[in-house]
């Protein structure tokens, strides 16, 4: 049995937070760490800053979408990607756009994968799958930043 991977989801979408949840049920070797509202709320969670002091976990990995109130996706990723102490955690995008513009940006701006959001429990769940045997079997990811 693999670690679990820690996971901070960046999600402004409530409705959208439920169904991953619900997905990342079937892999428990998957974990949902903490959720951000959008990006400005993810770098306190990360620096462990205001509400996110004594609660946050330095997450192995992080889910980000792009379209969010305050700090977009692709601000959030430059930040983190910025920060000496937090750019080697590999963000992935989990977005609903396949704009090619948003892919490229996402890329260029240090994203780790690029992944379509699926619509509907069915499909999450089979693209979770897909993302564990990935990230969980294949992929050797960096130590972990705890702090």
Known sequence: MHKPIGILLVEDNDDDVVLIREAFAVEPALRIDGVSADGEQALHYLHRQGKFADVAVMPDLILMDI???RMNGFEALSAIKHDPELSRIPVIMLTSSDREEDVIRS???GA?????????????????SLF????????????????
Do not use: A
């Not at 990935?134 to 930043?145: A, E, K, Q, S």
């Open 67 to 69: 379209n969010m109130p």
């Open 107 to 109: 890329y260029s701006f």
């Open 112 to 128: 780790s994968s690029y992944i379509r959001k699926p619509v509907t429990l069915t499909e999450m769940i089979r693209v979770i």
């Open 132 to 147: 564990f045997n990935y990230w969980g079997h294949t992929v050797i990811l960096p130590p972990t930043l705890r702090r």
